[in-house]
């Protein structure tokens, strides 16, 4: 059926939502876009006329696509280089979502995004759409063709699963400047027992290049592990200048609502670390460094005000 300008415009108007959806259900920015150019074309070959509501059809179509990607991407990550991260969002991007209420902010933050990895896809669904977006359970049984009992069920167990990895209080974004502050300083110093102080007993470092970039295929575990080789990423070489197409600018900012180191090079995202701080310490360092992960955090760098970099590395 052809679509009317009034069609569009309803898509338009829910479509950001729907990105902010699939963002959370995938971790990538790239397929989240991919299930919503799908789901709009469904909704161009329906006839919109007979949907009573707009927002609940489109909806349930995108987690369905959503649903069958997650499924599929399960087994893509066993055959992928290394470990697998999600694609960063810098500070601003529309595709974040809402960001009012605690539990929304930490929904999207990448030690969630991480965790909600290890969740089922019906958990992953029900979790995502009751904590970030508040849809009733009744709302999501109809999206997942379950009961509303079941629903509960499945959210209460997947709250569970994430709260389980969740143990350590937040601190306030001041603190976390300066503990951020602190890192830096340590980690150019040269010497590991300053950052053994600002990290917790068990912390871990885990990098994605992707098979891109060089990065090591399992994560770093405890703080003295971790410490070293923070110790040796900070370290100036030449061999590391030519690797990375420079020296890399590193600016203090923000990726998926947390503390984030960006590094940069002459306006080319390279990396982001992400920093989970924690009233403990710095409980784990996620450094994406896969290229094609790096895409939309170059655009979104380019389109803001950055300021000056803390310091240049390497």
């Given amino acids: 059926m052809a679509v009317t300008m009034n069609d569009m415009d309803r898509f338009e108007a829910f479509m950001p939502r729907l990105e902010a959806i699939a963002y959370r259900l995938l971790g990538s920015a790239s397929d989240a876009e991919d299930a919503v150019q799908d789901t709009y074309l469904r909704w161009q070959a329906a006839d919109t006329d007979r949907i009573e509501v707009p927002e609940a059809w489109l909806t349930k179509v995108l987690t369905n696509l959503c649903l069958n990607q997650l499924t599929s991407a399960r087994a893509r990550r066993e055959t992928y280089v290394g470990q697998w991260l999600p694609e960063p969002l810098l500070a601003g991007d529309p595709m974040l979502g809402p960001a009012d209420t605690a539990e929304q902010r930490e929904s999207v933050s990448y030690a969630v995004l991480a965790l909600m990895e290890r969740l089922s896809p019906n958990e992953r669904v029900v979790y995502v759409l009751r904590e970030a977006f508040d849809y009733p359970h009744r709302k999501i049984a109809e999206i997942l063709d379950i009961t509303e009992s079941a629903a509960q ?7 569970k699963h994430v709260a389980a990895g969740r143990a350590r209080t937040e601190i306030d974004a001041a603190a976390a400047r300066r503990i951020i502050e602190e890192f ?21 470092s885990i990098g994605d290049g992707g098979g891109k970039v060089p990065a090591r295929a399992k994560a770093f575990e405890g703080a003295l592990a971790v410490a070293t080789f923070l110790r040796g990423l900070f370290k100036p070489s030449t061999a590391k200048r030519a690797l990375a197409g420079g020296s890399p600018e590193v600016h203090l900012s923000s990726a998926n609502n947390a503390p984030a180191l960006v590094l940069v090079i002459d306006g080319r995202v390279i990396g982001v670390m992400c920093l989970e701080i924690t009233a403990d310490g710095i409980a784990a360092v996620r450094n994406q460094i896969n290229p094609d992960k790096l895409e939309r955090a170059t655009r979104r760098w380019a389109a803001t005000d950055h300021g000056e970099p803390l310091l240049h590395v390497f």
Avoid at 184 to 204: C, F, I, K, M, N
């Fill in 153 to 159: 069920q499945i959210f209460h167990r997947a709250k």
């Fill in 184 to 204: 830096l300083s340590a980690a150019t110093s040269g010497r590991t027992e300053p950052l053994v102080r600002l990290l917790t007993e068990d912390a871990v």
